[in-house]
């Protein structure tokens, strides 16, 4: 089935700010790095579908909790009209690196929409900043990330090209959690 992949900012525009919503056992696997690809899939377009790009900043959230941690996207892979082969194979292919259990991937078999995201090792949350409610939705498009410059303490970027690395400090996995 037609897939796109999302090497950079193709669409000129800046980098986005998302909040991704997860459940207790993807938040261990993400703050372990053992899970490196975070996959959304859904019967309609909807978010993050058609809406990350490479070095957009996703911050992670526990479900019904605190925020976890963030980090940016590395490569983004949108299928559009899957079909149970083409979950199949990115099963096969990126199964590893995803982290899902089996119920997952037989809940999404009718899925006809899905978006895969390379990440950057995760990284603390910032201290001072506050996710906006959510609303029952599992992804969030928080806007431009000049918006949430000062309460992410990201500088503000022109343009996507002068970003080039993700501008946060690393701690160990003990301090992250």
């Not at 089935?1 to 207790?24: E, F, K, N």
């Not at 911050?59 to 996207?73: D, I, Y």
């Not at 928080?142 to 080039?164: D, M, N, T, W």
């Amino acid at each position: 089935m037609p897939c796109r992949s999302a090497y950079g900012h193709s669409s000129g525009r800046p980098a986005q700010l998302h909040l991704a919503i997860v459940d207790r056992v993807t938040a261990q696997r993400l703050l372990s790095g053992q899970k490196r690809i975070e996959t959304r899939f859904s019967k309609s377009r909807r978010a993050p579908f058609g809406r990350v790009v490479r070095g957009d900043i996703l911050l992670f959230k526990l479900s019904g909790g605190h925020t976890l941690g963030m980090s940016e996207a590395t490569l983004v892979r949108e299928y559009d009209r899957l079909d149970r082969d083409t979950l199949g194979r990115v099963r096969r292919r990126h199964g590893k690196w995803i982290c899902a259990p089996e119920a997952y991937w037989r809940a999404r078999r009718h899925c006809r929409y899905g978006t895969l995201i390379w990440l950057s090792p995760l990284r603390p949350p910032p201290e001072s900043f506050q996710p906006p409610r959510q609303y029952g939705n599992g992804w969030v498009v928080l806007g431009g990330l000049r918006r949430f410059a000062r309460a992410l303490a990201v500088p503000a970027v022109r343009h996507p090209a002068e970003r080039l690395r993700f501008p946060y400090h690393v701690r160990d996995a003990d301090n992250a959690r």
